[in-house]
């Protein structure tokens, strides 16, 4: 059976452990076994990240949340396992509630006068261009990586 890891900020909500048994159980509805970063049981810092970058070497597939997270950008975490597991080869879904563009969501600059980028993409061109991005949430996620991993 293939493996998606599901990345994403949902294990830092109240109810994290609910949201993983269901995630879970929809990849097992597709055929797949969902591998949810509080599999791994491990303690500390360095630990969890030896335990969660583990999950994604066993995963086919990497399903990422990449909406807004503590701000206007990703959860870091889950940008830094997008980039292991594209660099190791691994299909990435990323899911966006909101598919509008960087600069329709923030305009030219952001408040402290940055510029926001301009490739007509809905998140940042290094995560953009190293996984597929599906507007919606997991479900159509989840369906798009059904539907590609043959």
């Known amino acids: 059976m293939k493996s998606i890891?599901?990345?994403?900020?949902?294990?830092?909500?109240?109810?994290?452990?609910?949201?993983?048994?269901?995630?879970?159980?929809?990849?097992?509805?597709?055929?797949?076994?969902?591998?949810?970063?509080?599999?791994?049981?491990?303690?500390?810092?360095?630990?969890?990240?030896?335990?969660?970058?583990?999950?994604?070497?066993?995963?086919?597939?990497?399903?990422?949340?990449?909406?807004?997270?503590?701000?206007?950008?990703?959860?870091?975490?889950?940008?830094?396992?997008?980039?292991?597991?594209?660099?190791?080869g691994k299909p990435v879904y990323g899911y966006l509630s909101d598919g509008r563009t960087m600069r329709e969501k923030w305009g030219a600059a952001d408040e402290n006068g940055f510029a926001v980028e301009d490739f007509g993409l809905p998140v940042n061109l290094m995560l953009a261009c190293a996984a597929r991005i599906v507007q919606g949430g997991f479900a159509e996620a989840l369906a798009a990586c059904a539907a590609e991993q043959v």
């Open 5 to 88: 890891y599901l990345a994403g900020f949902d294990v830092f909500a109240p109810d994290a452990v609910q949201r993983g048994a269901k995630m879970k159980l929809m990849c097992a509805e597709k055929g797949f076994a969902g591998l949810y970063p509080l599999d791994n049981e491990a303690d500390g810092a360095a630990a969890i990240f030896a335990g969660n970058c583990a999950l994604i070497d066993r995963a086919d597939a990497v399903i990422a949340n990449l909406n807004s997270f503590r701000g206007a950008e990703p959860d870091s975490g889950t940008c830094f396992e997008v980039g292991y597991a594209h660099a190791k």
